[in-house]
């Protein structure tokens, strides 16, 4: 048998309504904020991710699906091209390339897609998996650096939450400083790791060398009293710094989005200045981040690209729905109505009675042409429907059904332009 590839999996329903509920509210909240959507490539030039997301980071150091791409005509050449492990990096490249910045105002736009990460799968971690993303950036002149694009956009997250009905969770808020001030604080992260960093398990003690911010990243319960006693990045702030993370924090204040300053939080991609967060959810376990996400304000000149400083985030959209069915779940795109004919030549009747429920915004589906009533209503029963409604010759002729309300087995009789009223009710 051939099965999905390890860490692939398959969609199905009933858990694709839970997607699909998610990804309606999803589209509704954004474009309340004024959000657009866009749609890069699932595969880019390698490069664009080595630069854009950092060659030191665990996504491009061992996450990354790419191969060599051979030439197949004279007019092309060999790349070394990747399926994309985040979209922040794609997002920009086409800013880049479609020189959005030139309208000289903000772009808001957010994509769903799908990511490919090669590690080790587990629950809540697969090979492919799904972002649900969104990024502000522009020209400075735009107002792309102020502290109300963070704050709008972690209020944007919250509302999101809240309209899929996610409970529970925990925003943690950070600021990594940025180009001025960083280097400053890994260098006195640096000297306080060279004294500590025997103790320190093999990931930090290379991280120590190569990328000192990463420790704070560590889970090994041994290292955390030495990380503790690390120099905390809040000192290290300059100015500037420290003014755009108390504004951001002022008006989370003011709009009551409850946060957690996490001074360890630092995030596992390379382009993050200033602004870092992640909201995590009890529910997941291990891998509890729902989204990450944070301020890049260096990154569109890192490839390339005119200054155009930003925030952004990904949900993680397998997490988010797994968060979710872990809660007691409300009903979720549920079968209102299901159409029982009775009888031959009944069929075309229970189908155009279908039609016109659906086209009133009723959920319904049809029987089979077996016209056993109890079977049917068995049936009924196990899609989950709330309401059977009979269409047999009489009830046509009449112009009212009989309609069943399955959990009490209630049976009324409704005329055909009560129909959709009753059934919504
Ligand atoms: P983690 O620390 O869990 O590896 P990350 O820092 O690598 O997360 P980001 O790159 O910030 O994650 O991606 C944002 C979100 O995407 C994460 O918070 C998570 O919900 C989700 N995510 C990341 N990697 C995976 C994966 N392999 N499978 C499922 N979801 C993922
Ligand atoms: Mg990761």
Redesign the pocket.
Known sequence: MIKAVRGTRDLLPPDTGLWNFVERKVREIFARYNYHEIRTPIFESTELFARGVGEET??VSKEMFTWEDKARAASEKTQTLTLRP?NTAGVVRAYIEHELGRSGLLQKLYYIGPQF?R?RPQK????Q?Y?IGAEVLGPASAGSELPIRDAEVLDMLTALLDAVGLKGWTLYLNSVGCLNCRPAYNQALREALAGVKDQLCADCRRRAETNPLRVLDCKVPADQPIIEKLPKIADYLDEDCREHFAQVRAMLDTLEVPYQVNERMV???DYYTRTTF?FTHGELGA?S????GGRYDGLSEQIGGPKAPGIGF???E??LVLALQAQSQEALGTLQAFIIPLGAGMSRHALRLARELRSQGITADVSDESFRIKKSFETAEKLGAEYAVIVGENEVQAGAFSVKKLKSGEQTTVPRAELRQFLQS
């Open positions: 665990d996504i985040e990460r590690e809540g971690r697969y090979r998996f972002q995030r596992g991609l992640e891998q981040a729902v989204l990450g990904a949900i993680g397998d997490r």
